[in-house]
């Protein structure tokens, strides 16, 4: 009895874990978020980082490899979240495999990769928001 409350248990656990592994898939229009520590602390990185006419300070080039993602390439600036914190958000607009790179003159943000799946909304998804059809768009008369 007691060999057999330990298995379901184990059953109960892996469950569990399996289910959190599936509430990580990203869907379209969803928020990617990933979070650097530069090598460097600014005392006012607004000034500091923000200088007109030069180039971004950080940047991550997201590059789509497959599904209706491929041969795109969106590049997202990052920010300044405090500290030595910057992050970066993408909402990727198309489904399929992405992979990212950072560039950056700072060498803690410069050159970090990764990557991230992304599917599309089922049509139930859709209808039961109405929000998960895309980024709000301008009607032009």
Request: charged content about 25%.
């Amino acid at each position: 009895m007691k060999n057999l409350s330990a298995i379901l248990s184990l059953i109960l656990i892996f469950i569990l874990i399996e289910s959190n592994c599936q509430t990580n898939i990203l869907k379209t229009w969803d928020v990617y978020e990933f979070a650097l520590k530069s090598s460097t602390t600014f005392e006012n990185p607004y000034i500091e980082c923000l200088k007109e006419g030069e180039k971004t300070y950080a940047v991550a080039k997201f590059t789509g490899l497959s599904g209706a993602a491929a041969n795109k390439v969106y590049n997202v600036p990052g920010f300044w979240d405090g500290k030595n914190t910057w992050k970066f958000r993408f909402s990727p607009p198309f489904s399929g495999s992405w992979k990212y790179e950072t560039l950056s003159a700072d060498k803690g943000l410069n050159k970090k990769k990764g990557a991230i799946n992304v599917s599309e909304w089922t049509e139930e998804e859709k209808n039961l928001n109405p929000l998960r059809r895309g980024f709000i768009q301008v009607n032009k008369k």
